[in-house]
């Protein structure tokens, strides 16, 4: 699923930047300032409208993304996405645990950026090493910038590609045999 041989980080990006699943409150105020002094910058934020799951751009646009394959679709037809935890979000009693959206984030292929409290779960998935984190508006617009003109690259998506390899079930599934066999 995963090949090395196969770039899934070639293809259309049609939009700077996704906020995949529930929006950042802080991270949404900072891209509506970001845009303001940057009009051509479009970014996606989900919403649910009349019970359908969508995506809608800062400039008006709609994805209907009711369907997984459209949801994966829009994600390959970005450029950056941004990674956040509940906790990181403002909400109370959260757990800042590691959740499926840095996955799909490494598997479309973008570019990452995050606001995510350095965690047991952060440290041992090595999320910094993909998506750095930033908890103030000058250093994510800095890293934003940076973002917006890198360009990808093979060598930079491997990276991906190891992530997800070492991350897949088949492989936490070994690792648990081997602490289980350890403990008993």
Known sequence: MFSKKKNLQ????????ILPGRPNPTILQWLKKFAI????????TYDSIDNRHVYISNKGKVVDCRFRENYFRLLKDCN????????????????DHVSSKIFEIA?????????????????????????????DYEEFENKLKELIHTKRNNE?????????SRNKTSKRAELLSIIIDEVF
Request: charged residues 20%.
């Open 156 to 164: 930079g998506y491997k990276k991906y590609v190891n992530f997800l």
């Open 107 to 135: 598997y479309a292929g973008w570019l990452m950026i995050g606001m995510y409290p350095e965690s047991d779960d952060s440290r041992y998935f090595q999320i910094d090493q993909m998506c750095p984190s930033s908890f």
């Open 37 to 44: 002094s940057n009009p051509e910058f479009e970014y996606l």
């Open 10 to 17: 070639i293809s259309n990006r049609n939009y700077d930047l």
């Open 80 to 95: 950056i996405a941004v990674y956040s935890t509940q906790g990181a979000d403002g909400v109370k009693n959260a757990l």
